[in-house]
């Protein structure tokens, strides 16, 4: 069985922002049955909405036509930072206007599905640049090693609501499905390092959509202890040893793919194919995935997978779809027919799950990022960027705040709304995806997994101009708790 391919895609277009015709540059334009348009159109950017169109494009990036530097490369001092970051908090900032009305009725009164970035400013520099060993092949390959149970949903990149993930027997729609992960390093022949071999198994359920959305309009609903609604089977009550193949792939030490200590990572092509299209190549449209993964506590990780396409030379950015797992670690790969796997699944469907909402992220919050910037040389101004590119590792500590994005806007709004600026998707279980265009034209894929607990955790994968991968961050931030600055 295969996984349907969804018919709503979400795509970007903007005017170039160089006078260099040969340059990308990203931005915004979107999908079928709703027709934005901006009234005010000052720098010619335009939304309108289309469906997707299947496509047999290569997927064989361009040549590279640019030269990465290292971010931090310079003399960094704590001083100097701090008073960079006062500064930019004394600038006068645009007070955030409200466009759009939230919705009159339903589950979904007064809660943002999508909205426009968060504003964030540096407050104080903790601590700045300081380089970071690399990560050990091995030790990833020990932590992403295992068998895991997990939960699984798939959801408009357009409206951000969850989107059937297959049609059952009955015709009925399927919102939720159960995954049955079995990952394991094996000897790599060519290389003598370890390839990681993942097959997921996974079984659809729930044909009564989201929880929050349809409580409302039903006289009672039953939940067991846990809160889940009644009307769902148990993982348990699944054999999904014996059920169909969601996906089967392996990952090796590969160009694209930056690591994290922790099991968390960030996958995605070194190079998007971006450039003036000709009478040989006007037909590509590439389409690549970005699978980033966040792990809490060792046992439990967030995979965000979005499916992007790249048309008319990169300018036409299209969202096919957007897929959430979360699965928890149960036991080694080799202890697979234990009976440690019969650990009950401590995971909620996503369709019972609440949303975050914008106001539980503003605020203070410490922040420790760690960055890895891939450092080309001039070789790969004429060669595709591969092994032999160098990754450099980095670390460092701030204070930031969070404020409210400009735009906050619901799904399905009866006014004209500015739809550049809408980029967040705010998703069940503290969950954010997000495929911004910044002011410099970089493209940002970007996940979030924010806890009750206050803990915030976030990777973004950042492209230039060029098309190449400029850089990975991968962060965590607590929120300062205290309503007033310590003495």
Not at 376 to 403: A, H, I, M, S
Not at 460 to 481: C, I, P
Request: aromatic share 10%.
């Amino acid at each position: 069985m295969q996984t349907p391919f969804l018919h709503l895609c979400k795509t970007f277009t903007v005017s170039p922002l160089l006078p260099h015709s040969n340059n990308l540059s990203f931005g915004f334009h979107n999908a079928p049955i709703y027709n934005f348009r901006r009234a005010n159109d000052v720098d010619g950017r335009k939304v309108v909405a289309q469906s997707s169109k299947s496509n047999d494009g290569n997927n064989r990036p361009a040549g590279n036509k640019g030269k990465m530097t290292l971010k931090g490369n310079k003399e960094n001092i704590w001083s100097v930072d701090n008073e960079m970051a006062e500064k930019e908090k004394r600038k006068v900032k645009p007070k955030g206007r409200r466009r759009g009305k939230r919705l009159g009725g339903g589950g979904r009164k007064g809660r943002v599905l999508v909205s426009g970035t968060m504003l964030i400013e540096i407050e104080t520099v903790l601590q700045t640049q300081e380089p970071v060993i690399k990560p050990i092949w091995r030790t990833f390959a020990s932590s992403v090693s295992g068998i895991w149970k997990g939960v699984g949903a798939v959801f408009s990149p357009i409206t951000a609501e969850m989107e059937p993930i297959e049609i059952g027997k009955k015709n009925e729609n399927l919102y939720d499905c159960y995954t049955l992960s079995r990952i394991e390093a094996v000897p790599f022949f060519s290389g003598g390092s370890s390839e990681i071999q993942r097959r997921v198994n996974w079984v659809t359920l729930n044909p009564h959509g989201e929880f929050f959305q349809s409580v409302e309009s039903k006289d009672e609903i039953l939940v067991d202890q846990s809160g889940v609604d009644s009307r769902l089977p148990k993982f348990e009550s699944f054999d999904l040893k014996a059920s169909d193949v969601m996906e089967e792939d392996s990952m090796v030490d590969e160009p694209g793919l930056v690591y994290f200590e922790d099991g968390s990572y960030s996958r995605g092509p070194v190079i998007i194919p971006v450039g003036e299209m000709s009478e040989s190549n006007y037909y590509l449209t590439p389409t690549f995935k970005f699978e980033q993964c966040l792990v809490k506590g060792c046992h439990k990780r967030l995979r965000v997978v979005h499916t992007i396409e790249f048309a008319n030379g990169g300018a036409d950015i299209q969202i096919m779809r957007v897929g959430v797992y979360e699965e928890q670690w149960v036991s080694p790969s080799n202890y697979e027919e234990q009976s440690e796997n019969d650990a009950p699944l401590e995971l909620k469907p996503f369709s019972q799950r609440k949303r975050t909402q914008p106001s539980e992220l503003t605020g203070s919050w410490k922040v420790f990022e760690v960055s890895a910037t891939p450092i080309y040389g001039e070789e790969d101004k004429f060669e595709q960027p591969g092994e032999n590119t160098p990754v450099v590792y980095l670390c460092t500590e701030v204070l930031k705040r969070r404020n409210l994005p400009e735009t906050s806007v619901s799904f399905r709004e009866e006014e004209m709304i500015d739809m550049q600026d809408v980029s967040v998707m705010w998703l069940p279980g503290g969950v954010t995806a997000y495929v911004d265009v910044k002011k410099d034209g970089v493209l940002c894929v970007g996940v979030g997994w924010y806890s009750d607990e206050g803990i915030n955790l976030v990777m973004e994968r950042d492209y230039g101009l060029d098309g190449n991968l400029k850089e990975v961050r991968s962060k965590s931030e607590v929120k300062r708790r205290w309503t007033e600055e310590p003495k």
